[in-house]
């Protein structure tokens, strides 16, 4: 899992409620167990004009323009700006999953649903949740950013050892994060890789095992 310190990008406002997990990736892409892939149907009913199928080339399909990320000013978002309750629905871990393959590394929202809130975290993506006043102006600037057609765009930067956000005109929210969380993230561990942190303690009682009770380990032989 690729770890998260610190994130510099341009933002794409997403500017709704209750976008659920189908919304995210739909059922019917959920055909693989590969962490990869699903970028290209990230948002599939609202990116494109026609229904997505499996294994389809989605670079041949047509795209809706009025979708924010088929806009050429948000090529390469890395940081999506939400509304409340982002990520409600069912609990398929594909829709992290989908957003970190298209390349988003963060998600700014007043509120997640509580499982795919989690699951962000055994992915690699940062969930941050900021209060509601602070969620409107940040959708304000970035308007103001697209009326002024600055070519960088809106960008923010996120600091997840000092759990703060901050704008380009430097004013910068903090943010909390369960310190397990912030510490697996910052270290780039899923719930393997915390496992593993203990891997010579296993090893050790392993060893012990053996020698108190060897005839668990001589079962088929």
């Known amino acids: 899992m690729r770890a998260f310190t610190q994130h510099q990008g341009l933002v794409a406002p997403m500017d709704r409620s209750n976008v659920d997990t189908d919304m995210i990736i739909p059922k019917q892409f959920l055909k693989s167990i590969k962490r990869t892939g699903f970028g290209p149907n990230l948002f599939d009913e609202l990116r494109y004009l026609d229904e997505g199928k499996p294994d389809q080339d989605s670079s041949q399909r047509p ?4 979708f924010v990320l ?23 871990e594909h829709a992290p999953w989908a957003l970190d393959d298209y390349g988003f590394r963060a998600i700014i929202a007043p509120s997640f649903a509580d499982i795919f809130y989690n699951n962000c975290f055994k992915n690699g993506l940062l969930p941050i949740v900021l209060e509601e006043k602070v969620v409107d102006q940040l959708f ?38 369960d310190n397990f969380r912030r510490h697996c993230l910052l270290n780039g561990l899923d719930d393997i890789g915390v496992t593993l942190e203990d891997a010579e303690l296993i090893k050790s009682y392993e060893a012990q095992r053996r020698q108190t009770a060897p005839w668990l380990f001589n079962a088929g032989q």
């Open 63 to 66: 795209l809706n323009p009025d």
């Open 70 to 92: 088929n806009q050429p000013r948000y090529e390469g978002a890395s940081v999506l700006l939400a509304r409340s309750n982002f990520g409600c629905g069912s609990s398929r």
């Open 140 to 177: 304000q600037e970035t308007e103001e950013t697209e009326e002024t057609e600055e070519t960088e765009g809106y960008q923010l930067a996120i600091d997840l050892e000092a759990q703060t956000v901050t704008t380009p005109s430097g004013e910068s929210f903090s943010f909390d994060v």
